[in-house]
């Protein structure tokens, strides 16, 4: 007994042992799983409505093969997301880390809305880790600065702001950003040393500067960084002062050690959030237009069936399968037929429509909608791209090389959705960018791309000058090798359309006053292209079907929406026309659709005085952003905070601000919040010195809310007085009498 006892004893014991030794090998196993470590955004901040950086620093246990994809997601409400995928070829060795950077398309984010992104590593199509709902917090009335290559050492987190504008977060970013403009599209500030700029990349540099044009603050800080930034098409480098360019500006400190530079940083220009509205007081809050689906669609050949014809068949199928074949079967005395007929009947007008349906879209094509701005250091394209499939399936863009995948900043919910399907998604790698979109059978999706076109280098030149309040003139040059219709002039609220430009021609133009008031009435965007739509009929259901114009409005929204403050900011001049023969410039064999050219430059002084017209005014924050919400209440009043840039080469000595008649108080910053007497509003008054850092002028106004946060065009700017002004001095108030500014 005792040796059975034994022998059982020895057999269980032998049998736990091999199982702690299978545990023992499994567990480790299972626990060395792939691990990921992620940051959205720049170190976690993100401006609404950018391209946003996704860092991916992943952590093999194993050879893995496969992919890295980046899901955003912003909730708007039960059914209702709003996001994108982007995903990147992954190959690692077991034991090796690896970081990936994936920038993902523009959509409406904001901390309100919860925005967030997943990130799943794949190996083949199983997925080995993941990391869930990485946040996203909104950067509003915050300035993001990225600080790049030997400049990022030992930097502050926060650095304060001028005129007590909060604190600028400071980010370190690689040099090999730079070659996505989509990784910095969101930063408003980029710190680069002289070095490591001239050791960039040619995509990189143009990346850079095409970024500064479109509005973001480029920073020179080092030795040599004077004559670099004179080579740029700006304004007279003073160092370490702010000068324009296009809508941004570049600032060189040329001395100084260390982070002296720290000190060159100023607020980022107005980015509007999800709540804000800075971009109504500017006069560009909403221009309007069809959804871009809708012209992309008219533009590919593809028609809806007109309503009558809709009606007509409607009518048809009840009358037919009701009544009529009712009356006749009664007739013949087979009324039981009636089981037979109506769904024969049923069928016949299916096939019909089936028919119809296929008619209508098989003569439809690929189609583009392409927004080119001409910059000094080259052409930039942004190219929609219709995908239709009659019968569903994967439709993919190749991209050129060095070209980014990018999504619409239109607001959603002013729109709609803008495809059917599944999302369009894609491998967003600089050597091959590859849109993707799984459609369903008669569904479409638009994919989004955008590059450097050196195709269409200078393709418009705009020049202009200033020589009283209120009047610009210049000229306007097509350097392409088509027509340009429809060219509008632009200069604040002021517009004039000067026609078709022909292939190397160059036309003059004269705008004296005339701005429009886009509160209440028609926006200038109108006025300048109502003409070409005028041509339009309409029928008692509604516009009939025509030849499209070569105005797409949807374009210039696109293009509005694309600049975060105002695309016509006073001091500058912007001309815009429209093509229909240029091809898509990612992909020539698409030739349907229609391109949006446009082109700026600052508005020089034509003789000794400042004019209101060469003074470039930029909303810094709005009242949301300033802490006051908006305003409500029996005596509401809306509170903005702006910056003025002055001409370079002019005296400033003998300056005066027209003030809007709603003005309720405004202060100008000397190192402190300054207010001064504006009486009733509507007043100029001469400009203290001291307010003038480099050339910028922060000024802090509040107006009157009960008519809303608007002002007058040309009653709020900057200027030399004239004879017959009747100039208010510069009275300051101190904090007793006025409290804080």
């Known amino acids: ?163 007590d504008l909060g604190s600028a977060r400071l980010s370190t970013i690689p040099l090999a950003w730079l070659e996505q403009l989509s990784l910095i599209d969101g930063a408003d500030v980029v710190a680069v040393s002289p070095t490591d700029y001239q050791s960039l990349s040619d995509v990189a540099r143009d990346n850079l500067l095409t970024w500064a044009y479109g509005g973001g603050a480029l920073i020179l800080a080092g030795d040599g960084a004077i004559a670099i930034a004179a080579e740029l098409d700006a304004a007279p480098i003073v160092d370490g002062a702010r000068s324009t360019f296009g809508l941004g500006s570049v600032t060189a400190v040329d001395s100084g050690t260390g982070d002296s530079w720290l000190d060159a940083i100023r607020p980022g220009q107005y980015r509007p959030n999800n709540g804000g509205f800075g971009r109504e007081v500017t006069g560009e809050g909403f221009f309007g237009g069809e959804p871009l689906t809708s012209s992309l669609s008219q533009d590919a050949g593809f028609r809806l069936p007109s309503l009558p014809a809709m ?82 399936g994967v439709e993919r863009i190749e991209l050129p090389a060095g070209w980014q995948i990018t999504g619409s900043q239109e607001n959603p919910f002013m729109f709609g959705p803008s495809q059917s399907g599944t999302s369009a998604q894609g491998t967003n790698v600089l050597s091959s960018p590859t849109i993707e979109a799984n459609i369903d059978a008669g569904g479409f999706a638009i994919g989004w791309g955008s590059g450097p076109a050196p195709q269409f280098d200078d393709a418009l030149t705009v020049q202009s000058s200033s020589a009283s309040d209120g009047a610009v003139a210049g000229t306007v040059t097509n350097n392409l090798d088509v027509r340009v219709d429809e060219v509008g002039v632009f200069a604040d609220q002021a517009g004039i359309n000067i026609g078709s430009i022909e292939p190397g021609a160059t036309v003059d133009f004269v705008l004296n006053d005339g701005a429009r008031d886009p509160f209440r009435g028609e926006p200038v965007d109108f006025a300048v292209w109502n003409d070409a739509l005028r041509g339009m009929e309409f029928g008692p259901f509604g516009p009939i079907e025509s030849e499209p114009s070569v105005v797409n409005y949807s374009l210039f929204s696109e293009y509005v929406a694309r600049h975060k403050g105002s695309i016509r900011p006073p001091g500058q001049v912007i001309a815009a026309g429209f093509t229909d023969q240029l091809a898509a410039p990612a992909d020539e064999s698409i030739t349907a659709g229609r391109t949006l050219v446009v082109a700026r430059t600052r508005t020089v002084p034509a003789g000794d005085a400042v004019t209101n017209m060469t003074v470039q005014r930029e909303l810094l924050r709005d009242p949301e952003q300033l802490g006051g919400g908006f305003g409500f209440g029996d005596e509401p009043e809306f509170e903005f905070v702006w910056r003025f840039n002055l001409p370079s080469g002019m005296p400033t000595d003998d300056l005066v601000i027209d003030l809007p008649a709603n003005a309720r108080a405004a202060a100008v910053w000397t190192g402190e919040w300054l207010s001064f007497d504006i009486g009733d509003g509507g007043d100029s008054v001469q400009l203290p010195q001291a307010a003038i850092d480099g050339a910028d002028v922060y000024l802090r106004i509040t107006l009157d809310g009960r008519e809303g946060p608007f002002m007058k065009p040309r009653t709020f700017g900057v200027r030399s007085p004239g004879g017959a002004d009747s100039v208010a001095e510069f009275v300051a108030i101190d904090d007793d009498e006025s409290g804080e500014a």
């Open 1 to 163: 007994m005792g040796t059975r006892y034994s022998t059982a004893a020895r057999v269980i014991a032998g049998l736990c042992a091999t199982v702690i030794c299978v545990v023992g090998m499994l567990v480790p196993a299972a626990s060395a799983q792939p691990a990921l470590d992620v940051e959205a955004g720049y170190e976690g901040f993100a401006h609404d409505n950018t391209s946003l950086p996704v860092r991916v620093a992943v952590q093999a246990d194993r050879l893995i093969s496969g992919r890295i994809e980046v899901v955003t997601t912003v909730p708007f409400g039960p059914g209702m997301d709003s996001g994108s995928v982007v995903s990147a070829p992954v190959e690692l060795a077991g034991g090796t880390t690896k970081e990936f950077v994936l920038p993902m398309p523009p959509s409406s984010r904001s901390d309100g809305f919860r925005s967030s992104v997943t990130v799943t590593l794949y190996d083949g199509n199983t997925p080995v880790a993941s990391q869930e709902n990485v946040r996203i917090v909104s950067a509003s009335g915050e300035t993001l600065v990225g600080v790049v290559g030997e400049l990022d050492d030992e930097l502050p987190d926060t650095v304060d702001l001028i005129a």
């Open 311 to 392: 009606l007509l068949l409607l009518v048809a199928y009840v009358v037919i399968g009701g009544p009529l074949a009712w009356l006749l079967l009664r007739r013949s005395g087979r009324t039981t037929a009636m089981w037979l007929v109506l769904p024969a009947i049923a069928l016949v007008f299916t096939g019909a429509v089936w028919i119809a349906g296929s008619a209508l879209r098989s003569g439809t094509d690929a189609a583009h909608g392409t927004i080119l701005e001409s910059t000094p250091v080259g052409t930039h394209a942004t190219t929609a791209h219709l995908l239709t499939s009659r019968t569903g």
